[in-house]
């Protein structure tokens, strides 16, 4: 097997001029994952022969759930993976798991969305504005959820609704939906990390691919994950996608890859590769105007990978999206892993998670602007993102214009208009921005027991 590798590395090398520059320092690795569509730039890499072209041999493991991951990172079982942008900023922080795990790519923008179950949505229905044709207008405010809370809060049942993780993108997003809509998803302390202090809607942990199962045997009335969780819903009858993230926050960040600072510190050449490697993959996703995605979605339907059925995954791949059934509507930036600079890691999007942290009181004490800018820069690593792109522009696989070379790693404020609650986000004001938001944590607040004190 030894020979074999070494013969293949032998000709990798002829016909890669990036294997011959880099002196690997380690070239098989193992790469986590969880079983959604937005890990489509690790399994392209390796169905492309990225990763070869590298002189990398790559080998990806879906794992169990986000922690299994994140400990087989840190713990080093797993090289790198795909990971919830907030995991290498709670590890870091020491929020969980304590270590320090940097990013050097941003693996996508957009890709969730927020699902009800069928009851909860006819229940919602007379609360909608629908448009000439009997639709439902978008985006689908929270508030239009508000009175079947009430409904159920009056017959004394608490209202349930699925995230991801605790630090996920999804727990994010869904909290911002429901406080946007009047909704409180309640508060962590540092003595209770259910998040459920003070909340209207209780929201709790459900595995990604368990989604639809556990909405369809009522244990919860709704979720928030990515695809093709919430298309699956649809195509099994149970249950009602109300909003994607997309019209949350018009091309908000989603997930990274990432290793720990160890990895990236023993191993650079290695690690440039593998970004390298990545990069390309996001390009052929995007590229001639999304005109791979097909394919794309024979790749991630494979069993090893999303082992969804390749309808359900292209659903939302290819530019469209289906919320009832029948009510199928374009949205092409629904999954994004290139345009708009979606690979660069951005510190702005780093103190986003911060901020939302913050917000609901997993971060319990108040924090200065610098401790935001500082957390984000020891995490979020574009130097290393620009120096694998710099390689890539000089091999002639990838154009100059498509990457942000003069950033200070801040993207420019998001408009009020491009997030649901009509409020824009600037990541080198956060605390101003946790000033502006109506619901949550702001200033020197802190939960004490039940409450909110400051």
């Known amino acids: 097997m030894k020979k074999f590798l070494a013969a293949l590395a032998a000709t990798t090398a002829m016909v890669s001029p990036a294997f011959a520059e880099l002196a690997l320092e380690k070239d098989e690795l193992k790469f986590g994952f969880i079983k959604l569509t937005d890990m489509a730039p690790l399994a392209v890499a390796y169905e492309q022969g990225y990763f070869l072209d590298e002189g990398l041999f790559v080998t990806l493991e879906a794992q169990a759930n986000w922690k299994v991951l994140l400990d087989g990172v840190i713990g080093g079982q797993l090289d790198g993976a795909h990971m919830l942008a907030g995991q290498p900023l709670a590890a870091t922080i020491g929020y969980g798991t304590e270590a320090h795990i940097i990013t050097p ?127 699956a819903a649809v195509f099994k009858g149970i249950g009602v996608p109300v909003i994607t993230d997309y019209e949350l926050w018009k091309n908000n960040p989603e997930k990274v890859f990432g290793i720990t600072a160890e990895f990236a510190e023993q191993y650079p050449n290695t690690t440039l590769a593998v970004t390298k490697a990545l990069i390309r993959a996001a390009i052929w996703l995007d590229e001639n105007d999304n005109a791979n995605r097909m394919e794309a979605v024979e790749i991630l339907s494979k069993p090893e990978y999303v082992g969804a059925d390749p309808e359900v995954i292209a659903n939302s791949m290819t530019g469209t999206f289906e919320y009832e059934k029948g009510d199928k509507r374009d949205v092409p930036d629904f999954n994004v892993f290139f345009r708009y600079n979606a690979t660069y890691p951005f510190y702005s999007d780093a103190v986003w998670y911060l901020t939302q942290m913050r917000r609901w009181g997993q971060i319990a004490e108040a924090k200065p602007d610098s401790w935001y800018d500082e957390v984000a820069k020891s995490v979020y690593k574009p130097e290393i993102y620009l120096e694998a792109a710099r390689l890539l522009v000089d091999e002639g696989l990838a154009n100059e214009a498509d990457f942000p070379w003069d950033s200070d790693g801040y993207k420019a404020p998001t408009p009020a208009g491009d997030v649901i609650d009509g409020i824009g986000y600037d990541g080198k004001a956060p605390n101003a921005y946790l000033e502006s938001l109506p619901i949550g944590l702001k200033g020197e607040q802190i939960v004490e027991g039940t409450e909110v004190k400051g």
Request: include cysteine.
């Open 105 to 231: 790519f941003s693996m996508d923008l957009n890709g969730n969305g927020i699902t009800v179950s069928n009851a909860v949505w006819e229940k919602m229905k007379p609360n909608l504005t629908m448009d000439a044709d009997g639709k439902p207008q978008h985006p689908i405010s929270a508030s239009a959820l508000a009175p079947v809370v009430e409904e159920y809060k009056s017959e004394g049942k608490p209202f349930n609704m699925g995230m991801v993780f605790p630090v996920s993108t999804h727990n994010y997003e869904l909290r911002y939906w429901l406080a946007a809509g009047g909704l409180n998803p309640g508060f962590y302390s540092p003595e209770n990390i259910s998040g459920q202090i003070g909340a209207d809607v209780l929201l709790s942990v459900t595995p990604p691919p368990q989604m639809p199962a556990t909405l369809e045997a009522g244990t919860i009335d709704g979720y928030c994950v990515g695809e093709p969780w919430n298309q």
